[in-house]
């Protein structure tokens, strides 16, 4: 049976793939917190896009 990846615990149903909707709210904090915290060397893919008009 999954567990959830938060905490461990047998996942719900209604949550997957967790087990509540504090554990869901978790780890969507935590993939924003990543997301953020890329840095600042990765430069913009859309810099030299305009370039052929
Ligand atoms: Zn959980």
Redesign the pocket.
């Known amino acids: 049976m999954a567990?959830?990846?938060?905490?461990?615990?047998p996942?719900e149903q209604a949550?997957r793939p967790?087990?509540?909707e504090?554990?869901?709210k978790?780890d969507l904090n935590r993939w924003l917190s990543d997301v953020y915290k890329i840095p600042a060397s990765v430069t913009p893919p859309d810099e030299d896009e305009n370039s052929s008009s």
């Open positions: 567990k959830c990846p938060i905490c461990g615990k996942v949550y967790f087990c509540s504090r554990c869901k978790i």
